[in-house]
């Protein structure tokens, strides 16, 4: 369990790492409650988690959010940590370039971010969301969710109500093309206090069906349209024979080939944004916390529409991976308009 560090929106981020055995071994990301409650990559719910993935032989990552133990940075009231997920992410995929699968979990707040960062990046095959704070944070965005998962609460949780867990659920399991199990454990609290055995049950439990190759495993087909971009295996191999040495070209150059095909399946034409556009697409990626360097997509019936119109439809995206939308969680990525930087 090796300890890392690396680069993050604000510096240094603390993590524990643990590489998978197998070739293209899977991966996960695991993140941690609360900053400003204590929350931290070492927290027995976080540590349970992670110990659940590498039991299964992935590549598996946790680490403390800015501010946290040797975290460099402070509290940013989930905007700063949602940054920071995706940099583990970044980092977590630079070592395991060709994993078969990739898969986030979180507990209390890190659920809430994990959700978000579910939203953002399309490579995300599956999640587990440990007492998502239903009743203190807007899951609003998950209209709709893009991947199958799971959620576990706590019966007796004394900071999150198991009814606005359950409305959550019901929500998501309402939505088409996944399949979101919702699994309530008897007298547990927020913090599964004397229940981690049940909770580490659960989750093996779930993962060892999700991950078999049978017929009740969660979906994950390549048609879902909610998807857009879910492997670049294959296609960014091939480039990277073609640009010996420059994996992040080939990873670029198969993202936009990757959006342009679906764009024009779904009737779309390839544009180019004129200068004070990407000026309004650099400030609102830079608020976003985003980085400036980006593809970006949009519809194009949105390229000459006030900015309100632009930022409930404009998405951005960086490399080969789906970053965010500046819609309030709403996801119109799957009807998009590629354009590139001239």
């Known amino acids: 369990m090796p300890e890392v560090n690396f680069n993050g929106p604000e510096g240094r981020l603390e993590g524990r790492y643990l590489e998978g055995k197998t070739k293209n071994a899977p991966i996960a990301l ?70 078969r699968t990739c898969w986030v979990a979180g507990f209390s707040f890190g659920a809430w971010i994990g959700m978000q960062l579910l939203m953002r990046r399309p490579e995300i095959d599956g999640f587990i969301s440990v007492s998502p704070p239903s009743s203190l944070f807007d899951f609003s965005f998950l209209a709709p969710c893009p991947a199958s998962g799971i959620i576990v609460h706590g019966g007796d949780d004394q900071h999150v109500p198991v009814e606005d867990a359950q409305k959550l659920a019901e929500k998501l399991q309402s939505q088409k093309n996944i399949t979101v199990d919702y699994n309530v454990i008897s007298g547990a609290d927020h913090f599964f206090t004397d229940r981690i055995d049940q909770l580490r049950q659960t989750v093996d439990d779930y993962l060892d069906l999700a991950l078999a190759e049978n017929p009740n495993q969660p979906p ?104 965010g939308d500046l819609g309030q969680g709403r996801r119109a990525v799957f009807k998009i308009e590629v354009f590139q930087r001239g």
């Open 30 to 99: 695991i993140l941690h409650p609360h900053p400003q409650h204590g929350g931290t990559m070492n927290n027995k719910v976080v540590y349970t988690l992670y110990h659940a993935f590498a039991d299964r032989g992935f590549s598996v990552l946790r680490f403390n959010f800015r501010g946290v133990g040797r975290s460099q940075g402070e509290f940013d009231h989930g905007a700063g940590e949602l940054s920071d997920a995706a940099a583990a992410l970044d980092w977590l995929q630079t070592f395991n370039a060709n994993a």
């Open 220 to 323: 994950k087909t390549k048609s879902n349209s909610r998807r857009v971009l879910a492997r670049l295996d294959e296609t960014a191999t091939g480039l990277r024979r073609r640009h010996p040495g420059c994996r992040r070209q080939a990873q670029r150059q198969a993202a936009q080939a990757s959006y342009g095909e679906k764009a024009e399946r779904l009737g779309f034409q390839r544009i180019t944004l004129p200068s004070h556009r990407l000026y309004r697409l650099d400030r609102d990626a830079k608020a976003f916390g985003q980085p400036r360097h980006h593809v970006g997509v949009v519809p194009p019936s949105t390229c000459h529409q006030p900015t309100g119109h632009w930022r409930r439809k404009m998405a951005l995206c960086h490399c080969n991976r789906f970053d």
